[in-house]
């Protein structure tokens, strides 16, 4: 296996940083009237909802990934509609992975939570994540277990800043998972993103950890693509990822699956963690 060295990897998310923006601006500019197929199958209104941008800026990337180098690899959530997906290497080394607008039911509902997500994976292993939300203008990424944020106006690693967790309020996000509900609402405002949606609490990514809206997220079979790309960056900015069991998550980067699903608990700091894990176990 050759190298991805990191003078490399950096070319690699630079090359897509002002891509992610373009992009953005796409979404932003027909999300007021946007349309798109069916929902397609899911269980819950999140994993039914797709439109035209969900399709036109997965097949944006790849025609961008394909001509950057035909030698990389493409994952994205809608590779199984795409005309691209048989251009790519099936033994690529390095890979990128792509959810082309993580929270299309936000998107869908006019609302400014949802992000685009890129990764990049070598050898299996996660090298970098990035989250662009176009509404806000922000970035938030992972290279190489760095974690920076950046906005909108100057899309390069170079203008990009420490990404710190910042003191958060006593909220925990869930997906899927009632029983960590349950066991978290006397001491927390535990809520779930599909139960309990409410378009004006603003919390429905799990981006809020980066502004402090939530100090924690757990879920029942949360996908890496999306979720667990996110407990990266998190982890890389000093909060503590495992599963739902308090076991390690490091397998998980270092074999990334993009199609796999995991139990998450991803917190700001260890004490939340902690402390969340004692309350599930009293639960149970």
Not at 53 to 79: C, H, K, M, W
Not at 108 to 136: N, T
Request: charge should be negative.
């Amino acid at each position: 296996t050759r190298p991805l060295n990191a003078p490399e990897l950096r070319r690699l998310v630079d090359y897509y940083l002002p891509l992610l923006v373009a992009a953005g601006d796409y979404a932003l500019a027909i999300q007021p009237q946007v349309r798109g197929p069916q929902a397609k199958p899911g269980v819950n209104p999140w994993t039914q909802a797709i439109t035209d941008a969900d399709l036109a800026i997965q097949n944006y990337f790849e025609v961008a990934t394909l001509a950057r180098d035909p030698a990389l690899g493409f994952f994205g959530e809608e590779s199984a509609q795409s005309a691209n997906t048989g251009y790519f290497p099936g033994d690529a080394e390095t890979v990128m992975h792509h959810d082309t607008v993580n929270g299309t039911f936000l998107y869908q509902g006019q609302r400014d939570g949802w992000d685009i997500m890129l990764s990049i994976s070598h050898a299996a292993r996660l090298r970098s994540v990035i989250s662009y939300m176009p509404a806000r203008g922000v970035f938030y990424l992972a290279v190489d277990a760095i974690a920076l944020t950046g906005q909108r106006d100057d899309p390069r690693l170079a203008a990009m800043r420490p990404l710190t967790l910042p003191p958060a309020r006593r909220a925990c996000l869930t997906y899927g998972a009632p029983g960590v509900v349950s066991a978290l609402r006397p001491v927390f405002d535990a809520f779930d993103v599909v139960e309990d949606d409410d378009p004006a609490r603003g919390l429905d990514n799990l981006n809020a950890l980066f502004t402090g809206g939530i100090s924690a997220f757990a879920c029942q079979g949360g996908d890496m693509l999306d979720w667990g790309a996110l407990a990266y960056v998190v982890q890389a900015a000093g909060g503590v990822v495992s599963r739902l069991d308090g076991s390690a998550l490091e397998s998980c980067f270092e074999r990334f699956d993009p199609e796999h699903s995991e139990d998450l608990l991803v917190a700001a700091n260890a004490a939340v963690h902690a402390e969340i894990l004692d309350l599930l176990a009293a639960a149970s």
